[in-house]
């Protein structure tokens, strides 16, 4: 299959799926993963060798546009009102499924704890790439926004993974052997790897809202602009291992808090930029799903999942114990926090590539958890945001 061929099913294929799936109140991204699924199986073996250069860097960029959206849309007044529970969220959950897993791996499947371990963590990220969308458009019809749950939801996926990914890394080092990591050194890398995600976005953030409030540029060379940059902190993150999409999320924080006019602009764009970016970013991920791989994890591979979720959602509930927020509020963030699929794509054939023994098992859990929580955690998001919800103007 050449590209044009393939560019025609991704984006034509993904948003006549989206509709369908809307015609029968489902979420139109549910419908775009099926069809990356249907691609991957189909013409699995067919799909041009340049996609998989490609794929990770499409996906990136599609997440960075929504994580933009989204910090242009959180003003200080309703960070405020998220308060603390949007700091618990980053963390507690994660850990609760995390550990969880670790021990239900190990007992299970008979995982050493190394290797429990870092499928347990890579297993517990939530996806900013379900979740963000969902919220956002939960934040734009008014639902929630009386106790800022949109965006505790949305500033805690966006560093859960932070968290995820560090003992991950850990993990996946005392596996394999590589080099020897102590708890303590893991511990540091949280606060350092967001503090060096955080501070180039406040240096870029404070320096855009500068230069925006002072030119007369046009409202596109400013989304060029952004967007560059923005992808330029990223894949600098990567390098250094920071929270480098927390650093996104807080350049559009700043350009409403100091250059208001234009982030209302520049949202609007990005909010049309996304309309593209959203087909290319679900199709994709339902291109990385392997139903057969996915069924070699089997029956106890699920138990294993659903398992995980339970301490998550017992995570969720005591890091918004404290809050303002009301029963059903809290049930929807527990609904809100299952979604997985873009750090399960991303890192679920790392073990494999590293040649652990347990490689191919764990890239069937990675599998199986997005084909599980995805859709079921955007069907709950759709159908459970606008009952548990209260719509405030």
Same mark, same amino acid.
């Given at each position: 299959?050449?590209?044009?061929?393939?560019?025609?099913?991704?984006?034509?294929?993904?948003?006549?799926?989206?509709?369908?799936?809307?015609?029968?109140?489902?979420?139109?991204?549910?419908?775009?993963?099926?069809?990356?699924?249907?691609?991957?199986?189909?013409?699995?073996?067919?799909?041009?060798?340049?996609?998989?250069?490609?794929?990770?860097?499409?996906?990136?960029?599609?997440?960075?546009?929504?994580?933009?959206?989204?910090?242009?849309?959180?003003?200080?007044?309703?960070?405020?009102?998220?308060?603390?529970? /949007?700091?618990? @969220?980053?963390? =507690?959950?994660?850990?609760? +499924?995390? *550990? #969880? &897993?670790?021990?239900?791996?190990?007992?299970? !499947?008979?995982?050493?704890?190394?290797?429990?371990?870092?499928?347990?963590?890579?297993?517990?990220?939530?996806?900013?790439?379900?979740?963000?969308?969902?919220?956002?458009?939960?934040?734009?019809?008014?639902?929630?926004?009386?106790?800022?749950?949109?965006?505790?939801?949305?500033?805690?996926?966006?560093?859960?993974?932070?968290?995820?990914?560090?003992?991950?890394?850990?993990?996946?080092?005392?596996?394999?052997?590589?080099?020897?990591?102590?708890?303590?050194?893991?511990?540091?890398?949280?606060?350092?790897?967001?503090?060096?995600?955080?501070?180039?976005?406040?240096?870029?953030?404070?320096?855009?809202?500068?230069?925006?409030?002072?030119?007369?540029?046009?409202?596109?060379?400013?989304?060029?602009?952004?967007?560059?940059? /923005?992808?330029? @902190?990223?894949? =600098?993150?990567?390098?250094? +291992?920071? *929270? #480098? &999409?927390?650093?996104?999320?807080?350049?559009? !924080?700043?350009?409403?808090?100091?250059?208001?006019?234009?982030?209302?602009?520049?949202?609007?764009?990005?909010?049309?930029?996304?309309?593209?970016?959203?087909?290319?970013?679900?199709?994709?991920?339902?291109?990385?799903?392997?139903?057969?791989?996915?069924?070699?994890?089997?029956?106890?591979?699920?138990?294993?999942?659903?398992?995980?979720?339970?301490?998550?959602?017992?995570?969720?509930?005591?890091?918004?114990?404290?809050?303002?927020?009301?029963?059903?509020?809290?049930?929807?963030?527990?609904?809100?926090?299952?979604?997985?699929?873009?750090?399960?794509?991303?890192?679920?054939?790392?073990?494999?590539?590293?040649?652990?023994?347990?490689?191919?098992?764990?890239?069937?859990?990675?599998?199986?958890?997005?084909?599980?929580? /995805?859709?079921?955690?955007?069907?709950?998001?759709?159908?459970?945001?606008?009952?548990? &919800?209260?719509?405030?103007?």
């Amino acid at each position: 299959m050449n590209l044009g061929i393939l560019f025609f099913l991704i984006l034509f294929g993904g948003w006549a799926a989206g509709r369908l799936t809307q015609r029968i109140k489902l979420p139109a991204v549910l419908g775009m993963v099926l069809v990356g699924v249907a691609i991957g199986y189909f013409f699995g073996n067919n799909l041009p060798a340049s996609l998989n250069e490609s794929s990770n860097f499409l996906k990136t960029l599609a997440l960075i546009i929504i994580l933009l959206k989204a910090g242009l849309g959180i003003s200080r007044s309703t960070l405020n009102r998220a308060g603390l529970s /949007a700091l618990l @969220m980053t963390f =507690i959950p994660c850990i609760f +499924e995390g *550990a #969880a &897993l670790t021990v239900i791996l190990n007992y299970l !499947f008979g995982f050493d704890w190394a290797v429990a371990g870092l499928t347990g963590f890579m297993l517990a990220a939530v996806s900013p790439a379900v979740v963000v969308p969902s919220m956002l458009e939960l934040q734009s019809k008014g639902y929630g926004q009386k106790n800022a749950v949109p965006t505790i939801v949305l500033a805690g996926a966006s560093v859960d993974d932070v968290f995820a990914i560090t003992f991950f890394s850990v993990c996946m080092g005392l596996a394999t052997a590589e080099e020897s990591i102590s708890i303590g050194s893991a511990l540091l890398a949280i606060p350092v790897s967001i503090i060096t995600g955080l501070l180039p976005g406040i240096i870029v953030g404070l320096f855009l809202a500068w230069l925006f409030k002072r030119s007369k540029m046009p409202v596109v060379e400013k989304v060029l602009i952004l967007l560059t940059v /923005a992808v330029a @902190m990223v894949e =600098i993150g990567e390098m250094i +291992e920071s *929270a #480098a &999409l927390l650093g996104v999320m807080t350049v559009g !924080f700043l350009l409403l808090e100091r250059a208001e006019s234009s982030a209302v602009e520049l949202s609007g764009q990005f909010g049309k930029i996304w309309f593209f970016a959203q087909i290319l970013l679900f199709v994709l991920i339902g291109l990385s799903v392997n139903i057969e791989v996915a069924l070699g994890a089997g029956f106890t591979g699920l138990m294993a999942i659903a398992g995980g979720l339970v301490f998550r959602s017992i995570g969720v509930l005591i890091a918004t114990q404290f809050s303002s927020l009301s029963f059903k509020e809290r049930i929807f963030c527990v609904i809100a926090y299952c979604p997985k699929a873009t750090v399960q794509a991303a890192l679920g054939g790392a073990a494999l590539a590293a040649g652990l023994p347990e490689g191919e098992l764990i890239l069937a859990l990675a599998v199986l958890a997005i084909v599980f929580t /995805a859709p079921m955690g955007l069907i709950g998001i759709n159908v459970f945001g606008t009952k548990l &919800l209260s719509r405030d103007y």
